[in-house]
């Protein structure tokens, strides 16, 4: 049954937002009315539910809403409970539909209800939201439900959002220092090339002073910067703008994150990181019982680096031919001798779900190491960059001043 966002407002005046199942709008706005509020607006709650029918763009995939990694953990989880404690599928995502109807989890929650509701798989109604469950998310869900082991499966699931989440806002948390100082810091020097420079140079020529080379450059950069300003503010747009249409050509992506995977001094970063995606999100789907190249190619669709994500691809196709994952791993040339080591183990003995957690475990535990010595020298890094760029600014000012003195005191 499709969900339809409303505002309303109560016999009291307070107005009321949020979303109702219904066939049709008159059908929501009599909704409405039976629990004594008055519609102000009802409509779709998704783009696609408002074009269907009418041959139109299913927009939903590109602006469909978002929801953070917390929020789709605690809703896993939640999931997984009341799954687990014997509830319908269907009666735990009414409640958590009402728990969250004013948030945008709710509208969603909705819209994967009324879908399982018109018999459609758990899994394919997730499926309508690709921008709020990741493939691996889906892909672990059809798993769960062939299985019969939903409730473990989702707690899987929970364990890898959470783990993500943290990792994310670790490194979230510690850049916001550097970058407000870095800001701050530039903002200062465009003010005093605007306001403070010029000021300062019209004392200079009116004493005739002859002006070192370090305080000419600075007063070049500041008559630029008050005759050219806006013009390269402009330039700077239309080269962002540039960047950004070349960046949409796959070809151009894949040199980009093959350069970024293989030069330094990203290269370890970027494959140590990459390489913890792909095993974290693998180990999760082997072991809910997807079939191996269908959890490759989901975990590589949630591996971040292009060029990476491309060659994990190229070896599901060869695992597809017949090759095991360990050989196939080793010609994709992409990832850790430890991961390979490891995923050889465990096919093995049998147990590769379990071995690519451990390779998982240990892989974020190196990136998390790496990420803190990389963001630990952000800091010290900006702030001498934007020292050295001050004490140059102080150092332009000063010299001409101390000439002047020295010029009176003769």
């Known amino acids: 049954m499709p969900a339809f966002n409303f505002r309303a407002v109560d016999p009291t005046g307070k107005p009321q937002r949020g979303v109702v ?99 459609r798989s758990f899994a394919a109604a997730l499926g309508e939201h690709p921008r709020v469950f990741p493939a691996f998310y889906r892909a672990s869900v059809a798993a769960g439900e062939q299985s019969g082991r939903l409730d473990d499966v989702l707690a899987h699931l929970t364990d890898f959002v959470e783990r993500r989440e943290r990792s994310h806002r670790k490194v979230q948390l510690a850049l916001i220092y550097p970058a407000l100082l870095a800001v701050v810091s530039m903002l200062i ?37 008050q005759r050219f300003g806006w013009v390269m503010a402009v ?54 019982g997807v079939p191996l190249v269908d959890a490759i190619n989901a975990a590589a669709a949630v591996t971040p680096n292009a060029w990476i994500r491309s060659r994990a691809q190229m070896a599901a196709a060869r695992v597809r031919e017949g090759s095991s994952l360990q050989r196939a791993m080793t010609e994709a040339d992409c990832f850790p001798p430890m991961l390979i080591a490891v995923v050889a183990s465990g096919e093995n003995s049998g147990q590769l779900g379990e071995a690519l957690a451990r390779a998982a475990t240990d892989l974020d535990s190196d990136t998390e190491a790496l990420t803190a010595a990389l963001v630990s020298l952000v800091e010290p890094a900006i702030l001498l960059l934007m020292g050295g760029i001050v004490l140059l600014l102080v150092l332009a000012i000063l010299m001409p001043i101390v000439n002047l003195n020295s010029l009176a005191g003769l």
């Open 189 to 225: 020097i465009g003010l005093m090339l605007t306001y403070v420079v010029p000021d300062i140079t019209r004392v200079f020529v009116a004493r005739g002073a002859e002006l070192p080379l370090l305080t000419r450059g600075l007063i070049g950069l500041s008559d630029l910067v």
């Open 21 to 119: 199942e219904a066939a049709n709008a008159p059908g929501a706005r009599k909704a409405l009315r039976d629990r004594n509020l008055i519609p102000v607006s009802v409509h779709l709650s998704s783009d696609k539910d408002r074009g269907a029918g009418r041959g139109e763009i299913d927009l939903t995939r590109l602006f469909g809403p978002r929801i953070g990694a917390r929020a789709l953990a605690a809703m896993t989880r939640q999931l997984s409970t009341m799954i687990g404690s014997g509830i319908r599928i269907e009666e735990a995502l009414r409640i958590l539909a009402a728990q969250n109807a004013k948030r945008p989890e709710g509208s969603v929650l909705v819209n994967v209800r009324g879908a399982i509701m018109e018999g």
């Open 235 to 288: 330039l700077t747009a239309a080269g962002a703008l540039a960047l950004r249409q070349w960046l949409q050509s796959e070809a151009n992506v894949l040199t980009v994150a093959r350069v970024i995977a293989q030069r330094q001094p990203m290269a370890r970063f970027s494959i140590q990181m990459n390489a913890a995606r792909f095993a974290g999100s693998l180990a999760t789907l082997v072991r809910s």
